[in-house]
């Protein structure tokens, strides 16, 4: 297997190569649903008589991500609280707010220092004069097969598109480059190239219009992944960590074998 990295900028971009879809789907699904991260869980209100309601308050803070290192916490299910709740497995949010104003991310006082939310300006609502919110969000560790609030990022993967010249094309190249929506093919003399790989996906416009003697098909075992994360960890700590988590799947499934 290889790897290149086409973007690190904002959304992880990478080539995959020598791979198969199974392979590449599971590392996928892995990046969507079980990387830990911190989320808000519940909320306990002192005092609301904003315009919001408590329930819809919850749900705005529960989404808000949270910079974290979910090494340093435990789910609080194995916790040696016994789920008690401490410093281990779980961090409190407070919030103490007097109208007129607006509510951001930002107001939350954390409990650790090192949890605070993605940005300062997530807005949660707006308090006019005479209006108040005091609160406590628990934030705890879990992953996006318990709820999508703990999913990591939105990963997703396509084949590398690759170009067959069947015939000569150096007649047709006005009109092959001009049927592409995107404008990343390139005919020069009868060689065909796709200039962005990972913009193209596969509409087959240009083969279309080319009689037959350009072809467009996706490798099976070449795959660009686009990694955006939705939470407080990086892209490229969320593809490391899924790999992990996929080996200790392996063998896992290995020692289980034995068994049999």
């Given at each position: 297997m290889n790897i290149?990295?086409?973007?690190?900028?904002?959304?992880?971009r990478f080539v995959l190569e020598d791979s198969n879809p199974a392979f590449a789907n599971a590392l996928r699904r892995i990046m969507i649903s079980e990387i830990p991260t911190l989320a808000v869980d519940r909320v306990d209100f002192r005092a609301n008589n904003s315009i919001l309601f408590d329930e819809i308050i919850a749900h705005r803070i529960g989404l808000i991500p949270l910079k974290c290192s979910p090494e340093k916490f435990t789910v609080e299910e194995e916790c040696k609280c016994k789920g008690k709740g401490c410093v281990s497995c779980q961090v409190v949010l407070a919030l103490e707010k007097t109208g007129p104003c607006m509510v951001y991310s930002g107001d939350f006082k954390s409990s650790n220092t090192d949890v605070q939310p993605m940005d300062p300006r997530f807005v949660i609502v707006e308090l006019l004069a005479g209006q108040s919110v005091k609160l406590e969000a628990v934030a705890t560790l879990g992953t996006g097969k318990k709820h999508m609030k703990y999913q990591?990022?939105?990963?997703?993967?396509?084949?590398y598109p690759e170009v067959e010249v069947k015939g000569d094309i150096s007649k047709l190249q006005t009109k092959i480059e001009n049927a592409c929506p995107k404008e990343i093919i390139k005919i020069i003399g009868n060689k065909a190239t796709i200039t962005k790989p990972d913009s193209c996906d596969l509409c087959l416009s240009c083969e279309e219009v080319s009689g037959g003697t350009l072809k467009i098909t996706g490798n099976p075992s070449?795959?660009?992944?686009s990694v955006e994360s939705v939470s407080g960890l990086e892209p490229e700590y969320?593809?490391?960590?899924?790999?992990?988590?996929?080996?200790?799947k392996g063998k896992e499934f290995i020692k289980e074998l034995g068994k049999l």
């Open positions: 290149k990295v086409l973007q690190k900028k904002g959304v992880l990591a990022t939105n990963a997703s993967y396509q084949y070449k795959f660009i992944f969320i593809v490391k960590k899924a790999a992990e988590i996929l080996g200790e």
